[in-house]
């Protein structure tokens, strides 16, 4: 069922099935069982904001008041998905994250580190060329890191369904694994509340 409805989205999107591969769907357990193992990434959507959508007109990279930002129950969520990660014994090595202070937030709450990198910013309103650019330069990079630790990525919805082909609740993380060039989604690990 989940398969199936991954590949209609897919379809839906105009993105070609075949640039994907989706793994059989794991149990909570098995999946953090894996993740134990290292080598994986978590692809995570920032948490809940104030409401609306995009930024406030004007608003500028480097300063957050111009921003939408995580609301209350979005930083009490992000501070649970690390606990709940550390909880399942699983081990994260680097943590990347959009300049966007949303999903540094996220971040910085859910891991306590963060490296900001460009190539997670969000693609909401870039033109479709630049989009696919920056998606391959992403994909790239994932399917060459070195897979001992876990890697984090916090993103947002529009990246996440452009490079996986998923839609996310915010906080959501989903695991998946770079393997033979291609980008395999393993499952939710966590949703909130």
Do not use: K, Y
Not at 20 to 32: M, Q, R, S, V
Not at 160 to 178: C, N, T
């Amino acid at each position: 069922m989940q398969r199936r409805r991954l590949l209609v989205l897919l379809a839906g999107c105009g993105l070609p099935a075949g640039r994907f591969a989706f793994a059989a769907p794991l149990a909570d357990t098995a999946l953090f069982q894996r993740l134990q193992a290292g080598g994986h990434i978590l692809l995570i959507r920032h948490a809940a904001t104030a409401p609306g959508i995009g930024d406030p007109p004007g608003f500028v990279l480097a300063q957050c008041g111009t921003q939408r930002n995580l609301s209350a129950a979005g930083r009490r969520d992000a501070q649970a998905l690390g606990a709940a990660i550390r909880t399942h014994g699983v081990s994260v090595g680097r943590v990347w994250s959009s300049r966007w202070c949303r999903c540094l937030d996220t971040a910085r709450l859910a891991f306590g580190q963060v490296e900001p990198a460009p190539l997670l910013d969000s693609l909401f309103q870039q033109d479709a060329a630049a989009s696919q650019a920056r998606t391959a330069a992403l994909r790239a990079r994932l399917t060459a890191i070195d897979h001992g630790a876990n890697t984090v990525l916090v993103t947002h919805d529009v990246n996440i369904r452009a490079l996986v082909g998923l839609s996310v609740a915010p906080g959501e993380a989903v695991a998946i694994r770079a393997a033979g060039g291609r980008l395999d989604v393993l499952g939710s690990v966590w949703r909130p509340g």
